[in-house]
C-alpha cells in the first residue's frame, strides 16, 4: 500500500484497526509514534548497487486504554508528514513492538487495515547458484551458501 491509497482508505473510515497477519487486532488504544523516511542505499550479494525508499510509521501501545486515532487524526498525522516524505507516492513499512520489532507491509481489505508479512531475499539469485524458486525451502537452504560456493 502506498500513502495516497492509505489517505484514500482514512477517508472513508469510522475507526482505524490493524490486523496482524495472524488474524489479531492491534489493541485499540494504539498510537502513530513515529512516521519517517527511511532509505536503503546498499549492494546486493552479486555487486548489484540497489536503492529503497518506504514512508515508514511506527505504531505503539502504552497504558492509556482510552485513546483512540480517529482516522480524521491520522489523515491529519500524514498531511503534516508531507514536510518530510515529500509528494512521492511511496509504499508504507510499518514497525509494530512484539518480542522485537516487527517490519510489516500494509494492505487494507475495505474495513480494516492488515499487516502483511515481510521476507528477506537474495536479490542476486543468479550470482548465489539458488536453484529455480520452485524449489522447496529445505532444498534452497542445502544448495545455498555452501562452502565455496561463492554465495553471501
Not at 508504507?92 to 494492505?107: H, M, P, R, S
Amino acid at each position: 500500500m502506498n500513502i495516497s491509497e492509505m489517505k484514500q482508505s482514512l477517508a472513508g473510515l469510522e475507526a482505524v484497526n490493524f490486523r496482524l497477519p495472524s488474524g489479531e487486532y492491534l489493541p485499540a488504544h494504539f498510537h502513530v509514534t513515529e512516521v519517517g523516511l527511511v532509505s536503503k542505499h546498499f549492494i546486493d550479494c552479486g555487486g548489484v548497487e540497489r536503492k529503497e525508499t518506504v514512508a515508514n510509521f511506527q505504531l505503539w501501545e502504552a497504558g492509556d486504554y482510552d485513546h483512540r486515532l480517529a482516522p480524521q487524526k491520522f489523515l491529519h498525522i500524514l498531511n503534516l508528514s508531507e514536510k518530510i516524505l515529500g509528494s512521492e507516492d511511496l509504499p508504507i513499512e510499518v514497525e509494530y513492538q512484539q518480542a522485537t520489532i516487527g517490519k510489516f507491509g500494509l494492505d487494507f481489505d475495505g474495513i480494516d487495515f492488515m499487516l502483511t508479512p515481510k521476507q528477506t531475499a537474495c536479490l542476486a539469485q543468479d550470482a548465489c547458484g539458488i536453484p529455480n524458486a520452485a524449489f522447496a525451502l529445505p532444498q534452497l537452504q542445502s544448495a545455498c551458501c555452501t562452502p565455496g560456493g561463492g554465495c553471501c
